[in-house]
């Protein structure tokens, strides 16, 4: 599922044959999440303040759920079946509960722009680009537990639910923050450039750090934090 911010539509690439299919329904697609339990893909729409839902079986808009002011990151937890948007300009998060698709909004830190979930502990892990903070949301009670200060102006963050360890991008710090999601403590990895994206590995325990303006990709080992240029 790829969202077209240029023409608010969802193209749907077939895995099999690589054929695609493009489905309407935004103004602007910033982000898209999948609940592979119940086949259902959740899109932001960072114009319209709302989630697109779409069946996955049949490639279609079952209905659309207002969120809060321009959503730019969306997250699920398939486990209890409850999608979380970033709203950036409203400063909150919308949880959505995936049966009724009834939206809860809660407030967040400064500008919220990206959401991570862990399904085995039912924590929410936002990152606040104005706050230099990560907002930790019990998905139990659907509040605000903590406030975790990381670097400065947090991008992206993600969840390796296998460690239980949490890590936040830190564009201007030029570091990654690792928090242990068990004590919520934190050190700084040395990304050696302007981390952007990340993505995990749970099965080898690696995580792949992206930077704006670097033809490298910054690889930390989750066993001991230590970093390999590639």
């Not at 049966?99 to 892990?125: D, E, R, S």
Request: zero cysteines; charged letters at 5%.
């Amino acid at each position: 599922y790829v969202g077209n911010s240029g023409t608010g539509t969802i193209t749907v690439i077939n895995g099999t044959n690589n054929a695609t299919t493009t489905i309407a329904g935004g103004t602007n697609i910033r982000a898209i999440s999948v609940n592979p339990v119940t086949n259902t893909i959740y899109a932001a729409d960072i114009n319209g303040a709302s989630v697109i839902v779409i069946n996955g079986a049949t490639d279609t808009v079952t209905t659309t759920v207002t969120v809060g002011s321009q959503p730019a990151a969306v997250g699920v937890n398939p486990v209890t079946n409850r999608i979380y948007t970033a709203n950036q300009a409203g400063n909150s998060v919308t949880i959505i509960d995936g049966n009724t698709n009834i939206p809860t909004n809660i407030t967040v830190g400064t500008f919220p722009v990206a959401v991570a979930v862990n399904p085995v502990t039912n924590k929410i892990y936002v990152t606040n680009q104005n706050s230099s903070s990560v907002s930790l949301i019990n998905g139990a009670t659907n509040s605000v537990t903590q406030t975790i200060t990381v670097g400065t102006n947090p991008q992206s963050v993600v969840v390796n639910p296998t460690t239980n360890r949490i890590y936040a991008a830190n564009n201007t710090s030029n570091h990654v923050s690792v928090i242990n999601g068990d004590s919520n403590s934190t050190v700084n990895v040395g990304a050696n450039a302007t981390p952007n994206a990340l993505a995990v590995n749970p099965v080898t325990n690696k995580i792949y750090v992206g930077h704006f303006f670097s033809t490298f990709v910054t690889v930390i080992n989750g066993s001991d934090n230590t970093t390999n240029n590639v």
